[in-house]
């Protein structure tokens, strides 16, 4: 079985040569990227005790990020120390990743491959991180079970998504794609979007409990993003930790 939707797969491939132009198509996550990061390393860094002032704070945790593009996170987690695997089911995506990350020195574990592959090979990682990919997959459901297969016990999977809601559709698809053309039309379907609560089901009943959920949200004036505890009404970002315990 694969999470997996062709369609979805050949929109992002077909703008893999843009993944790390920051004018580009992938402007909206170049600009989010920082407030994302800085979300992500805070959870690591709380759950598994580490100094982030550290030179290499992340040493000897193993990443998945799954659905990782062009590298836009997969490289910053390499450089605060985790060995990382970054897995894209976008064969053009990864030759780009692979590429970026050779030019910057940068030792990461780049697969064209699926989270599913990965599970069935027994694959397991401390974290795993699904940013802006569930939204695109067949089976939601199915595929926040198999990311829960790839953590280890007490290992954190950390989602972010668009909420489903009325101004979701307005920033992300009527701002985002129609007005400002940052993407393509037809980049994101808003009825594939997915509610805090109803993510925070999906993660429950993987057997994951969602510890944290932020809002990330963007400032028209000051044209930045800044996270925020209560509103989650676009893009949030949800931290889950699998159970300590070792059987299903």
Request: aromatic share 8%; glycine share 10%.
């Amino acid at each position: 079985m694969s999470s997996i939707d062709a369609q979805e797969i050949a929109k992002f491939e077909a703008m893999a040569a843009e993944w790390w132009d920051p004018e580009g198509k992938f402007r909206p996550l170049h600009m989010m990227n920082p407030v994302r990061l800085d979300y992500i390393a805070t959870q690591i860094a709380a759950e598994f005790g580490r100094d982030r002032r550290a030179p290499r704070p992340f040493q000897g945790l193993r990443v998945l990020d799954i659905g990782c593009g062009g590298g836009l996170v997969a490289e910053p987690m390499a450089r605060l120390g985790a060995e990382v695997v970054g897995a894209d089911a976008a064969e053009g995506n990864i030759a780009v990743a692979r590429l970026h990350a050779e030019q910057q020195g940068l030792r990461v574990d780049y697969r064209a491959t699926t989270a599913e592959s990965l599970a069935g090979a027994g694959e397991v990682f401390d974290v795993v991180l699904a940013l802006e990919i569930v939204e695109h997959v067949a089976d939601p459901p199915a595929f926040i079970a198999t990311c829960r297969d790839l953590v280890r016990p007490g290992g954190l999977v950390i989602v972010s998504t668009l909420n489903r809601t009325a101004k979701s559709f307005g920033a992300a698809i009527v701002g985002a794609e129609w007005v400002l053309r940052w993407l393509p039309r037809g980049t994101h379907d808003w009825g594939r979007f997915i509610t805090p609560d109803a993510l925070a089901a999906m993660a429950e009943q993987a057997g994951c409990a969602a510890v944290d959920r932020r809002g990330m949200v963007f400032n028209p004036v000051g044209f930045g993003w800044r996270l925020s505890d209560r509103d989650l009404s676009v893009n949030y970002v949800m931290t889950a930790r699998r159970s300590p315990q070792t059987t299903d």
